[in-house]
C-alpha cells in the first residue's frame, strides 16, 4: 500500500475525461487499496482515480456512518440513471484547495456501476451521499465542483491560484 499524491488545479489530468475500465483483473486491487489509504489520509469521503493521475473511471467513496469506521465502497464505471429533486450543500475537494462552495445538485439518484469484479450493481441514494457521487462522478468527466459556481467566483479562485503558482517560482 502506499499514499499516492493527489493531483490538484489546474492540473489537465483533472480535465481528461477518464477512461472506461474493461478488464478486471488483478492490478485493479493494489490501485484500489491506494486509493482508499490515500482518501482516508487526506482525508476526504472520495476519491477518483483521476486525482492521483489514473485516468480512469474508478472512484471510491467512504460510506459509514461512525466517525470512526473506515468502510468504502468502490464504484467502477459508473453512470447516474436517475434523478430526483434538488440540493444545496457545502463542497469542498482535494485537487481544489482552499475552497468550499455551495453547489446545487440531484437530492436523489440512482447510480449503476461495477464493483471490483466487474458485477453489475445499482445503488439509490440520498442527501449527503448522493452529493459526493455526483461530485465524484464528474471528476470521471473531467468536471470540478468549480464549474458549478458562478463564472465570477471561479474567475476569483483562478486569478488566486495562479498568482500562489506565480509566487512559488
Ligand atoms: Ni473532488
Request: aromatic share 4%; glycine share 4%.
Amino acid at each position: 500500500m502506499s499514499l499516492r499524491p493527489i493531483l490538484t488545479f489546474p492540473d489537465p489530468v483533472l480535465r481528461k475525461k477518464a477512461e472506461k475500465v474493461t478488464v478486471f483483473d488483478d492490478s485493479l486491487s493494489p490501485l484500489i487499496t491506494d486509493m482508499a489509504a490515500t482518501m482516508y489520509d487526506a482525508p476526504g469521503i472520495g476519491l477518483a482515480a483521476p486525482q492521483i493521475g489514473e485516468s480512469i473511471q474508478l472512484i471510491v467513496v467512504d460510506v459509514s456512518k461512525e466517525e470512526d469506521e473506515q468502510k468504502f465502497t468502490v464504484l467502477i464505471n459508473p453512470e447516474i440513471t436517475e434523478r430526483e429533486g434538488h440540493q444545496v450543500d457545502e463542497e469542498g475537494c482535494l485537487s481544489v484547495i482552499d475552497l468550499t462552495a455551495s453547489v446545487k445538485r440531484s437530492r436523489k439518484i440512482t447510480v449503476t456501476y461495477q464493483d471490483a469484479s466487474g458485477a453489475e450493481q445499482t445503488l439509490t441514494t440520498e442527501d449527503r451521499f448522493a452529493v459526493v457521487l455526483q461530485h465524484e462522478i464528474d471528476h470521471l468527466h473531467g468536471i470540478l465542483f468549480l464549474d458549478h459556481l458562478s463564472t465570477l467566483k471561479r474567475t476569483m479562485y483562478k486569478k488566486k491560484i495562479k498568482k500562489q503558482l506565480a509566487s512559488k517560482k
